[in-house]
């Protein structure tokens, strides 16, 4: 055997087997694995960030949650009626009127 020369049963370069077509859809195939391969990459990132924003915000709801709730009690021990009562006689000299002193007018 003559060197330089490669005959089909000779051992060479793996891809010098391939004739110009299936060497081609040979690498189209291995660009289209590797692509594939980047793309579930990708996506697994994006999940993991989308999953920590999503625990970020779930945390930061219940905090908003936390506080709402105690607004509410708050806002009800602000306004409840014997407070306001107690306010407007201490601050404003408001009393309720006696029975006496209420006429009702017919329409």
């Known amino acids: 055997m003559v060197k330089g020369r490669t005959g089909p049963n000779d051992v060479g370069w ?4 391939f004739s110009g077509l299936r060497l ?3 690498v189209l195939l291995v660009l289209a694995c590797l692509g594939s ?3 579930v990459i990708t996506a697994s990132h994006l999940t993991r960030e989308q999953y920590a924003n999503l625990q970020r915000l779930e945390s930061e709801h219940q905090q908003l949650q936390t506080e709402w709730g105690q607004l509410l009690l708050e806002d009800s021990a602000w ?3 014997a407070r ?3 306010l407007a006689e201490e601050r404003l ?3 309720l009127p006696e029975v006496v002193d ?3 007018i017919r329409p």
């Open 24 to 26: 081609l859809i040979v």
């Open 79 to 81: 306004s409840s009626p």
């Open 93 to 95: 000299d408001m009393r």
């Open 84 to 86: 306001v009562e107690g």
């Open 102 to 104: 209420v006429e009702v």
């Open 14 to 17: 793996p891809l010098a087997r």
């Open 37 to 39: 391969a980047l793309a």
